[in-house]
C-alpha cells in the first residue's frame, strides 16, 4: 500500500456529520454575551440547501433550553412556503432554504444573551448530509464575529482527532511523517470498537464524533468494521430513547439488505438450475 502524509481529514470520511437526535446532535459551546447568533453553508461547497430541524439555546447550568426573544431571518425558503422558514427552526418540522450559493440562518436578539452553548439538530433523513459543512458564527455586544464551529474542515478533523484520544487514551495517533492511511483506519476502528465493548452504554460515549469514522455518505460501500460501529450506534440509541438516526445513514442499511436478498436470489436460482440439470 502506498505511503503517505496523514491527513485528519482522511480518517473522518463523514467529518462534520451530525443528527437529528440527542445522542448525535451537535452541540456548540458559545460561553459568551452575544447579540447575533448565525448559521451558513460555505461558499466552497457550492449550491445546496440549508436544510435543520431544530436549534436550542442553553444558558450557563440550565439543561432546559431557554426562548430569547428575537428577530429571525433566512436567506431563502424552500418553494416559498412559509413552513419551512426562519421562526421553523423553534418547531420541529425545521427549515429549508432554496438551492443557493452560501445559504444562511440568523437571529438578532432584542437584548444580549449569555449563552453557554447551542444544540443544533439536523433533519431526520438522508439528506442530513447537506449540513455536514456547517459553520456556526456569534456576534458579541462590541459587534465583533467569530466562528465558534465549522464542520469539515482541517481545524475541525484535528479536533475530532484530540476529542477522540482524550475519550480513549489508549488510541494513540500521531500527526505527521508517512503513514500508511488504511493501516491507521484499519487500527483506529479496532480500537474504537475494542473499547466499546466496555463503554457502548454509557451516556459519555461520543457518538456523533465516532460516527464521522463511517462513510454515511449516499452511495458508499462500507466496510465490515464500519458496519459494526453503526449497528453498535442504532443499538445504543435505541436502548436509550427507541428512536435511532438509522434515516439519515443514506438508506445504506436498506441498499445493503436489497443487495443481500438479489445475492440470495441468484444463489438460489444457481442451486436450482444446477440440481434440475443433474
Given at each position: 500500500m502506498t505511503e503517505s502524509v496523514l491527513e485528519p481529514v482522511a480518517l473522518f470520511p463523514a467529518l462534520g456529520r451530525f443528527g437529528s437526535l440527542p445522542t448525535d446532535c451537535l452541540d456548540v459551546s458559545i460561553d459568551a454575551c452575544i447579540r447575533e447568533i448565525r448559521l451558513v453553508i460555505p461558499p466552497e461547497h457550492g449550491r445546496t440547501f440549508l436544510n435543520l430541524r431544530r436549534l436550542e439555546f442553553y444558558s450557563?447550568?440550565?439543561?432546559?433550553?431557554?426562548?430569547?426573544?428575537?428577530?429571525?431571518?433566512?436567506?431563502s425558503i424552500y418553494n416559498d412556503d412559509a413552513k419551512y422558514g426562519p421562526g421553523s427552526l423553534f418547531e420541529h418540522n425545521g427549515i429549508h432554504s432554496k438551492s443557493e450559493v452560501s445559504p444562511w440562518w440568523s437571529m438578532t436578539f432584542r437584548e444580549p444573551q449569555t449563552l453557554k452553548s447551542v444544540r443544533v439538530l439536523n433533519t431526520?433523513?438522508?439528506?442530513?448530509?447537506?449540513?455536514w459543512p456547517l459553520q456556526v458564527h456569534v456576534?458579541?455586544?462590541?459587534?465583533?464575529?467569530?466562528?465558534?464551529?465549522?464542520?469539515?474542515?482541517?481545524?475541525?478533523a484535528h479536533a475530532s482527532l484530540k476529542a477522540l484520544s482524550e475519550w480513549?487514551?489508549?488510541?494513540?495517533?500521531?500527526?505527521?511523517?508517512?503513514?500508511?492511511?488504511?493501516?491507521?483506519?484499519?487500527?483506529?476502528?479496532?480500537?474504537v470498537l475494542?473499547?466499546?465493548?466496555?463503554?457502548?452504554?454509557?451516556?459519555?460515549?461520543?457518538?456523533?464524533?465516532?460516527?464521522?469514522?463511517?462513510?454515511?455518505?449516499?452511495?458508499?460501500?462500507?466496510?465490515?468494521?464500519e458496519r459494526e460501529l453503526a449497528a453498535a450506534f442504532l443499538l445504543a440509541q435505541y436502548e436509550s430513547g427507541r428512536k435511532t438516526s438509522v434515516n439519515s445513514l443514506g438508506g445504506l442499511f436498506q441498499r445493503e439488505a436489497t443487495?443481500?436478498?438479489?445475492?440470495?436470489?441468484?444463489?438460489?436460482?444457481?442451486?436450482?438450475?444446477?440440481?434440475?440439470?443433474?
Open positions: 450557563d447550568g440550565s439543561s432546559v433550553p431557554v426562548m430569547p426573544d428575537g428577530v429571525f431571518q433566512q436567506s431526520r433523513n438522508m439528506w442530513g448530509v447537506r449540513s456576534v458579541d455586544i462590541d459587534g465583533n464575529e467569530r466562528c465558534v464551529y465549522a464542520g469539515r474542515t482541517s481545524d475541525a480513549a487514551p489508549s488510541l494513540k495517533i500521531e500527526i505527521g511523517g508517512l503513514f500508511c492511511q488504511e493501516h491507521i483506519r484499519a487500527d483506529l476502528f479496532a480500537g475494542g473499547i466499546l465493548e466496555d463503554k457502548a452504554r454509557s451516556e459519555a460515549t461520543p457518538w456523533r464524533l465516532l460516527m464521522e469514522l463511517v462513510d454515511s455518505r449516499p452511495g458508499a460501500n462500507w466496510t465490515d468494521r443487495s443481500s436478498d438479489s445475492r440470495r436470489r441468484s444463489t438460489s436460482a444457481h442451486t436450482d438450475s444446477g440440481s434440475g440439470s443433474s
